[in-house]
């Protein structure tokens, strides 16, 4: 099985590159035996791009590669610090019950992800912003990335978000990205051996 690690900012991916030994291709694309990473770029413009690039310039059948996506998330109620996996992945800041589909879905939305069952899984709105406001209630992660990346033919599609802030618990100045890598190698570790 190819693993593609999928990551929007240098700052989030330079400490997996490490951890894995990853070799770097060229710019932002890392190799070694099976595992891969590509830096996007924050946004789904950002996202998009990058991995279109990455299909022309290396002939890429993403439909041989479970995709996981590792980055920091904001959240409603969530602790900073926490590490999960997404559940179902939703377009955000988008009204389209005028046309009679409900709020915040965007077309073919939502996707659902793959999951394990030893981690605790929480539903992601991708949005174009900062999302500094929300009417969602229960549980949620806010992202600008994985509505778009989902939409590439993966075989299987992970995303392990790490909470950087929330609304309701401002602790941004506390976070310690770091921190939370053991957690994230053991969800890799996981996906890997299954």
Do not use: Q, W
């Amino acid at each position: 099985m190819k693993y593609l690690f999928v990551i929007a900012m240098e700052k989030e991916a330079k400490e997996i590159i490490n951890h894995y030994e990853l070799e770097k291709v060229d710019n932002n694309y890392y190799i070694k035996d099976n595992l891969e990473l590509v830096i996007t770029d924050i946004s789904r413009n950002g996202v998009t791009s990058s991995l279109i690039n990455l299909l022309y310039k290396y002939n890429l059948n993403y439909n041989e590669y479970t995709m996981l996506n590792v980055g920091m998330t904001g959240s409603n109620n969530l602790e900073v610090g926490n590490v999960y996996l997404v559940n179902k992945s939703f377009g955000y800041n988008f009204d389209l019950t005028p046309f009679g589909d409900p709020l915040y879905e965007a077309p073919f939305s939502p996707f659902k992800m793959n999951t394990l069952n030893n981690v605790k899984c929480v539903d992601c709105y991708t949005s174009d912003g900062f999302v500094l406001k929300t009417d969602i209630k229960e549980d949620a992660l806010f992202d600008m990335e994985l509505n778009s990346i989902i939409t590439f033919p993966f075989k299987k599609k992970y995303d392990i978000k790490i909470v950087s802030d929330s609304l309701n618990n401002k602790t941004y100045s506390n976070f310690k990205f770091d921190e939370t890598l053991p957690k994230v190698y053991e969800i890799v570790d996981d996906i890997m051996a299954e």
